[in-house]
């Protein structure tokens, strides 16, 4: 089968037609031509107002349902959402049931990519049983195959564990992932802390429980020099000591989940449990600053934060509902319908698929002839409202439904599929 993709502005740094608008022909899972035009006859035509083609976006942290949670999402369900997305690979948080802290949970998420129909790989857990206590068996872990290590978006309070987490980060080259909250300052909050919570009557969570534990982890990160994620950062103080770690040098690098680059503590006004999300959405200041760290390059990967949930779990009271949004789905629409006009395009495109596969240490597909066709390709001028009937996913908790959007997936490639 032959696709012909017309007149796409190709968005990236490490290929050839980076920022060149070109036709794209593709032939068994293969780039077989690149040029100003193709006739590509017999060719399936990819055509749109305004086509950008990028590397296939690759997500950090992805929450699956499966297993142990299949009634809120599948792996199945999941690929069709990733790929609905733009999004050819995920890297699976371990936050299932079992935990994903053997060599058999790993392999069972990787050999699910052909069910999934997008590329799989394993963040192993970091301490057994998400219990904070004991380290997890990393070396069987690595020699499985697993990509990193992680509790998720649970925060690791014990300063040692991380500690000897890191060391064997620096031993097999992997890096730890890392989400920053102090427990002890931010526990029970339902919000950011500020003007807007106290309006609201809920309990705030300061910016200063992130920065207090991203101190400390850099500290920790410098004493192994050890890779280091900080994982989902939303403070704008914690990006001066990010900066400052990779000034010094150190293997320190950063994501930031798109919703708290988008929206601010005022959207949460109206009590909607689809932005009750961890990490909690802070106030203008963190949010500019986020995007800022984008250009500067203090962070270095948009995640989407993907946390699908059952409405049993969030069509509840805003205090006790759970945290979490679904967002393989809407990522790369509500960057360009939010950010295209302060981040350019190939650099929010940078931060959505080759940096992200960098940072753990995974091959970059480029765009060029010859190469397996491995790519997402949108139209950044569609406009449409984001219903929830353009659901792939099993969960609904998705804070853009109902919401006007701009630029639309209109081609995914994964391996030539």
Known sequence: MKTLIKNA?????ESEYHLQARDILIENGEIRQIAKSINGEGAMVISGKKLYCCPGLFDIGTHSGEPGYEHRETFRSLGAAARAGGYTGLAIFPNNKPVTQTRGDIQLIMSSAKAAGVSLYAIGVLSKNLAGQDLAEFLDMVEAGAVGFSDGLLPVN????????????RQTGKPVLHHPDDKYLSGGGEMHEGHVSTSMGLKGVPAMAERAMVYRDVLLC???????????????ESLSVIGEAKAAGLPVSATVAYNNLVFTDADLSDFDTNLKVMPVIRSEEHRAALAKGLLDGTIDAIISNHVPLDEESKNLEFPYANPGAIGLETCLAACITHLSDKVPLDVL?????????RLLGLPVPVIGESNPADLCVFDAEEESTFGIENLKSISANNPYIGRRLRGKVVFTAVKGH
Request: charged content about 20%; cysteine-free.
């Open 349 to 357: 495109t940078e931060k959505l698929s080759s940096a992200p596969r």
């Open 158 to 169: 014990d300063g040692g564990l991380l500690n000897r987490a890191l060391l064997y980060a």
């Open 9 to 13: 502005v190709i968005l990236q740094k």
């Open 222 to 236: 410098e004493y192994n020099n050890a890779p280091l994620i900080v994982h989902a950062v939303s403070a704008k």
